[in-house]
Nanobody, 114 residues
Framework: QVQLVESGGGLVQAGGSLRLSCAASGIIFSINAMGWYRQAPGKQRELVAEITNSGRIYYADSVKGRFTISRDNAKNTVYLQMNTLKPEVTAVYLC????????WGQGTQVTVSS
């Protein structure tokens, strides 16, 4: 049974930082690409960042230079370091992987106040 559990969200002022974590179980973590998505109220879910098993990384243009995705295969965990946060990134952030099917975590709320 695949499980993805996010943590690290919260309320932060504009310009602040947060580090999200996603702990995975039930998969061979080291061979899976892991991604972070976000969904704001009334908006479509969008890919924020993804890291492949070989370490290749993708970032959405809107977060390049401010967000950093990383993974620790020994801990079965993927991270999203978010710096210089802006109110427009307020959303629920969800961890994702695909093992035949798509799997999602429950999400963690990130709220940035102006």
């Amino acid at each position: 049974q695949v499980q993805l559990v996010e943590s690290g969200g919260g309320l932060v002022q504009a310009g602040g930082s947060l580090r999200l974590s996603c702990a995975a179980s039930g998969i061979i973590f080291s061979i899976n690409a892991m991604g972070w998505y976000r969904q704001a109220p009334g908006k479509q879910r969008e890919l924020v960042a993804e890291i492949t098993n070989s370490g290749r990384i993708y970032y959405a243009d809107s977060v390049k230079g401010r967000f950093t995705i990383s993974r620790d295969n020994a801990k079965n965990t993927v991270y999203l370091q978010m710096n210089t946060l802006k109110p427009e990134v307020t959303a629920v952030y969800l961890c994702h992987t695909k093992v035949w099917s798509d799997y999602w975590g429950q999400g963690t709320q990130v709220t940035v106040s102006s």
